[in-house]
């Protein structure tokens, strides 16, 4: 029994090493497509960018997955847009409130 423990007690722990091993390099390899949209200059953050690398690893069309990235880069350019329109909106009431008294 306990030759059979100590065999599956060795397995495990290898099962462990090879799943911490994966998820090692997966780590670095969204850290260096991070990196590379970075100095590509795209605006996605890093857990956006592994929602779509994983679309891609479970086998979703690259086509589709490009259409929904260009797709979330515009719809986050236009809250940005929209967010620094109101601020600025704000600001010129603040300033012409503070001019009228």
Aim: aromatic share 4%; glycine share 2%; with cysteine.
């Amino acid at each position: 029994i306990n030759a059979e423990y100590g065999d599956c007690h060795c397995a495990r722990n290898l099962m462990e090493l090879e799943i911490n091993e994966r998820v090692q390099q997966s780590t670095e390899a969204l850290d260096v497509a991070f990196q590379i949209s970075q100095l590509l200059q795209v605006d996605i953050d890093k857990e956006t960018l592994s929602i779509l690398i994983s679309l891609l690893e479970h086998g979703a069309p690259v086509e589709a997955v490009l259409v929904m990235t260009k797709d979330l880069l515009l719809q986050k350019k236009k809250i940005r847009i929209r967010k620094q329109s109101a601020f600025l909106l704000k600001e010129r009431r603040r300033k012409s409130t503070v001019y009228l008294s």
